[in-house]
């Protein structure tokens, strides 16, 4: 008998095992954690060392520089170069800049009424506002300006062109235009205007009602329910659906872009936003009826149709509510969250994707519609359009969807600059590059089926299912 000697030293020898094995594990807990914590204080001096570089450059611009640049002036464009170097959206709005933006989405300000963004060092039409100078003087979507009063556009910031093209209601303004198929540069003399965005407009068709939303800004919402209130009281039974416009509508606000989709949905969802690494995921959902009681409900869009409008038509669409009609969209599908800073200007950052209700996202790709119809001159047949998209702007966003390549890194480009920074106008590309490159857009005002192909087809759609839906 081992009175238990045998099991003590068990014990004892599974004590002295485990306790060898927990120094071994604090001491691997340790490495890892001075690795660790080695690697992040490594990165964060690597960060240091730019920022010393930041200061040394500075510091030299202010000394050495040909001549006198006030700090501030050179701080606001390293601000605004590095924003801008992320997206073709993201930048830095001073206090002025700020306050014009704020004055924008309220929709009445000065300029031209035309919807622009940079590609390739120039400024690339996204569309032209209803009824505005640039509307008038023949501007179209697509087209690049490349000189404000004689002064090339390449090397000034969006902004700082957006700012050059506002000015005092009643004075001129010359730009340059380079375009599609025109060998040498349109010069086009406009004249600044207050900027009232009417941007809901309406009339009927027969028994149809048509509605024309230009863009999405505070007064959209209300615009709509308006006209289909006056729709209906005009029409009342005999109203077969309506036919709404969203063709070169280049967004606005994400709140109008809801709420106007909820004015023909029951329930569902309209559309979500993804962060960076899908960390927070925002859904809105519709809230409110169908205010048109379900009748046929055609979306007109076309490659001006960008970012709020694409909302709006790619949810209608996944919910199977509205048939959309014309052709691919401008495929902007980020979200800009205009941040405050604390010198009373704020950034415009690229914060998020949105995705619609089917879990698609539309970046770079756009929306498809159910039925393609081209634009077509009603007297000659001929398509009249030119398209220019998302995936086309340099440094545009990929796809979240796909890891296939971003698409504007190709170089068949309408327009590009020489070592002295002139434009070039490219119209060399052969008919195949052209038909994938050109594609599906015309400039598009409020319009009548007279003189509108698309629109004519979609309200002969609209009559067709009112016959279909009443058997």
Same mark, same amino acid.
């Given at each position: 008998?081992?009175?238990?000697?045998g099991s003590?030293?068990?014990?004892?020898?599974?004590y002295?095992?485990?306790?060898k094995l927990?120094?071994?594990s604090l001491f691997?807990?340790s490495i890892?954690? $001075?690795?660790t914590?080695m690697?992040a204080h490594a990165e964060?001096?690597e960060?240091?060392?730019q920022?010393?570089?930041?200061a040394?450059?500075?510091?030299?611009?202010?000394?050495?520089?040909v001549?006198?640049v006030?700090?501030?002036?050179l701080?606001e464009?390293a601000?605004n170069?590095?924003?801008?170097s992320?997206d073709?959206?993201?930048?830095?709005?001073?206090?002025k800049?700020?306050?014009?933006?704020r004055?924008?989405t309220?929709?009445?300000f000065?300029?031209?009424?035309i919807?622009v963004?940079?590609d390739k060092g120039?400024i690339?039409?996204?569309s032209?506002?209803?009824?505005?100078?640039?509307d008038r003087?023949?501007i179209?979507?697509?087209?690049?300006?490349t000189?404000?009063?004689?002064?090339?556009?390449n090397?000034?910031?969006?902004?700082?062109?957006?700012e050059?093209m506002?000015?005092?209601?009643g004075?001129?303004?010359?730009?340059?235009?380079?375009r599609?198929?025109e060998n040498?540069?349109?010069e086009?003399?406009?004249?600044?205007a207050?900027?009232?965005?009417?941007?809901?407009?309406h009339?009927?068709e027969d028994?149809?009602g048509?509605?024309r939303i230009?863009?999405?800004?505070?007064k959209?919402?209300?615009?709509?329910?308006?006209a289909?209130?006056?729709?209906?009281?005009?029409?009342?039974d005999?109203m077969q659906?309506i036919?709404?416009?969203?063709?070169?509508?280049?967004g606005?606000l994400?709140?109008?872009?809801?709420d106007?989709?909820n004015v023909?949905l029951?329930?569902?969802e309209i559309?979500s936003t993804?962060n960076?690494?899908?960390q927070n995921?925002?859904?809105?959902?519709?809230q409110s009826g169908?205010?048109?009681?379900?009748?046929?409900l055609?979306?007109?869009?076309?490659?001006?149709?960008a $970012?709020a409008?694409?909302i709006?038509a790619?949810?209608l669409?996944?919910?199977?509510?509205?048939?959309?009609?014309g052709?691919k969209?401008?495929?902007?599908?980020?979200?800009?969250?205009?941040i405050p800073? $604390?010198i009373?200007?704020?950034? $415009?950052?690229t914060?998020a994707?949105y995705f619609t209700?089917s879990?698609?996202s539309?970046q770079g790709e756009g929306?498809?519609?159910d039925v393609v119809?081209?634009?077509?001159?009603?007297?000659?047949?001929e398509?009249v359009?030119n398209?220019?998209?998302?995936?086309?702007?340099?440094g545009?966003?990929a796809n979240?969807n796909?890891?296939?390549?971003?698409p504007?890194?190709k170089s068949?480009?309408?327009?590009?600059?020489d070592?002295?920074?002139e434009?070039?106008?490219n119209?060399?590309?052969?008919e195949?590059?052209?038909e994938?490159?050109?594609?599906?857009?015309?400039i598009?005002?409020t319009t009548t089926?007279?003189?509108?192909?698309?629109?004519n087809?979609?309200?002969?759609?609209?009559r067709?299912m009112?016959?279909?839906s009443?058997?």
């Amino acid at each position: 008998m081992d009175y238990g000697y045998g099991s003590r030293c068990k014990v004892m020898e599974r004590y002295f095992v485990m306790k060898k094995l927990f120094k071994t594990s604090l001491f691997v807990i340790s490495i890892f954690c $001075s690795n660790t914590s080695m690697q992040a204080h490594a990165e964060k001096s690597e960060t240091y060392n730019q920022l010393n570089l930041f200061a040394d450059v500075f510091e030299r611009i202010r000394s050495q520089y040909v001549k006198e640049v006030e700090d501030e002036e050179l701080i606001e464009a390293a601000i605004n170069g590095m924003l801008t170097s992320l997206d073709p959206h993201s930048n830095y709005l001073n206090s002025k800049k700020y306050e014009n933006m704020r004055v924008q989405t309220s929709g009445e300000f000065g300029g031209l009424g035309i919807e622009v963004t940079m590609d390739k060092g120039v400024i690339l039409v996204v569309s032209p506002m209803d009824d505005t100078p640039a509307d008038r003087a023949g501007i179209e979507a697509g087209d690049y300006i490349t000189r404000i009063n004689g002064e090339q556009i390449n090397g000034l910031t969006l902004n700082e062109a957006v700012e050059k093209m506002r000015g005092k209601v009643g004075t001129d303004i010359n730009i340059s235009i380079a375009r599609k198929d025109e060998n040498s540069l349109i010069e086009l003399t406009l004249t600044r205007a207050i900027i009232e965005v009417n941007s809901v407009r309406h009339h009927i068709e027969d028994e149809v009602g048509y509605i024309r939303i230009s863009s999405f800004t505070e007064k959209a919402t209300p615009g709509l329910r308006e006209a289909i209130s006056e729709i209906k009281k005009e029409l009342g039974d005999n109203m077969q659906g309506i036919v709404l416009d969203l063709r070169n509508n280049p967004g606005g606000l994400l709140d109008q872009a809801i709420d106007v989709t909820n004015v023909f949905l029951d329930r569902g969802e309209i559309v979500s936003t993804r962060n960076r690494n899908d960390q927070n995921i925002q859904r809105y959902n519709a809230q409110s009826g169908d205010s048109i009681d379900s009748k046929p409900l055609v979306i007109l869009i076309n490659g001006g149709s960008a $970012s709020a409008s694409e909302i709006v038509a790619g949810a209608l669409q996944d919910h199977e509510r509205a048939v959309v009609l014309g052709t691919k969209s401008f495929g902007k599908g980020s979200v800009q969250t205009v941040i405050p800073l $604390s010198i009373d200007g704020a950034m $415009s950052l690229t914060t998020a994707y949105y995705f619609t209700p089917s879990g698609n996202s539309i970046q770079g790709e756009g929306i498809l519609p159910d039925v393609v119809v081209e634009q077509l001159s009603l007297e000659n047949k001929e398509i009249v359009e030119n398209r220019r998209s998302e995936s086309s702007l340099r440094g545009s966003l990929a796809n979240p969807n796909t890891i296939q390549p971003n698409p504007a890194e190709k170089s068949d480009d309408l327009v590009e600059l020489d070592d002295a920074g002139e434009v070039i106008i490219n119209n060399s590309l052969d008919e195949e590059e052209l038909e994938k490159e050109e594609g599906n857009d015309i400039i598009q005002r409020t319009t009548t089926a007279q003189d509108d192909y698309q629109l004519n087809f979609a309200l002969n759609l609209i009559r067709g299912m009112a016959i279909t839906s009443n058997n």
